[in-house]
């Protein structure tokens, strides 16, 4: 059990649907310096049952009203990605900090719509890009940031499983769902392409980001069969390393996530695991002036309540974020944008020269 701190942000949920029961409930439950103060949403059972479960002290129907109690202090948005920026820019506008999930938004202009108003409102804006919480994953960034020297070539990989559902059904409660849940106009999931690449892609490159740096080009093919969707994307980092990503939705094996990284002075091998286990990752990091390996354990894997923590501590103690900030959330947008491009024209594009839509 974790100590809950005297001074603790209030924190209201906007969207009591599966994301925020699975993860953003329970991580402001279970958080040491942050409180579920209130939650939102317009399906008048959904809020009933979630009200009675997590027993916040208040619920609202109606963002607007929410967004207007001074008691408020920060909201983390887990809608549908349609509703990510205007919720965002709305909450940051009633002077309210944002946690917002991942994707921030589905264009570069999205994206840069959201910056203006995190610049504008002076407030502090985090991105749900809850694997850079990863303990295991943050143990291999300090040794590439203070360790490694050079880093010459990473591998990553984000393979979803046609098992995935098997897996998480058998440890995840049902969610509570309601006939009267307010949904974005049209399907998400018409277009698997975009609806992959947002919901899959985002996380293997924020990973590769996090780990590596800027990422300023990218050169991507596409392969689809039987079903399956493989994109393989040469990466160009801004340090000059070089990077190979590939994202498969989805493999016909269990869950397949990770990455290698060969570097100066040593090197690092990952294995990631389905998010849902609440597990850390497997990291080997080899030290080549030694010759020894080492591999931290990273017992605490609750990714989301650890990154809700993080987002309470820079804004109750000015503490730098931890977290992916509102650039991140649009680098990973030109990346996602970049990618798409290429595999449309089959060539080499360049970050910075991309608009538009995934």
Wanted: aromatic share 8%; proline share 4%.
């Amino acid at each position: 059990m974790i100590k809950k701190q005297d001074r603790r942000l209030r924190v209201g949920v906007l969207g009591c649907g599966p994301i925020a029961q699975f993860a953003h409930l329970q991580s402001c439950v279970k958080a040491g310096n942050a409180d579920l103060y209130a939650i939102c949403d317009a399906a008048p059972d959904l809020l009933a049952r979630m009200g009675a479960t997590y027993e916040p002290q208040k619920m609202y129907a109606d963002y607007d009203a929410m967004l207007a109690d001074p008691e408020l202090e920060a909201v983390i948005v887990a809608t549908s990605d349609a509703y990510h920026v205007p919720m965002s820019i709305k909450a940051l506008d009633a002077g309210k900090h944002v946690l917002c999930e991942k994707p921030i938004g589905t264009s570069v202009e999205e994206g840069e719509a959201l910056a203006l108003a995190v610049r504008r409102s002076g407030k502090v804006l985090q991105v749900g890009h809850m694997k850079r919480f990863d303990p295991a994953l943050e143990a291999a960034r300090d040794f590439v940031r203070d360790e490694m020297g050079e880093v010459l070539a990473l591998k990553a990989w984000y393979c979803d499983s046609t098992h995935r559902y098997t897996n998480t059904d058998a440890i995840q409660p049902l969610p509570v769902t309601s006939k009267l849940a307010k949904k974005p106009t049209g399907n998400p999931k018409a277009d698997l392409r975009q609806y992959f690449m947002l919901a899959h892609g985002s996380h293997l490159v924020d990973t590769a980001r996090f780990l590596c740096g800027d990422i300023v080009a990218v050169r991507a093919r596409l392969n689809e069969k039987f079903g399956a969707y493989c994109w393989f994307v040469e990466t160009e980092f801004a340090s000059g390393a070089l990077g190979h990503l590939d994202l498969t939705v989805a493999v016909r094996m269990d869950w397949h996530e990770g990455f290698q990284l060969y570097g100066e002075n040593g090197s690092v091998i990952a294995r990631t695991f389905n998010p849902w286990y609440f597990r850390a990752s497997e990291v080997e990091i080899f030290y080549e002036k030694t010759s020894t390996a080492h591999k931290p354990l990273g017992a605490d894997g609750h990714f989301f309540r650890r990154q809700l923590e993080g987002l309470a501590d820079t804004v109750l103690t000015g503490t730098p974020m931890r977290g992916a900030n509102v650039e991140d959330g649009i680098a990973s947008i030109r990346a996602m944008v970049a990618i798409a491009r290429s595999v449309e024209t089959g060539e080499r594009v360049e970050l910075a020269s991309v608009s538009g839509a995934v």
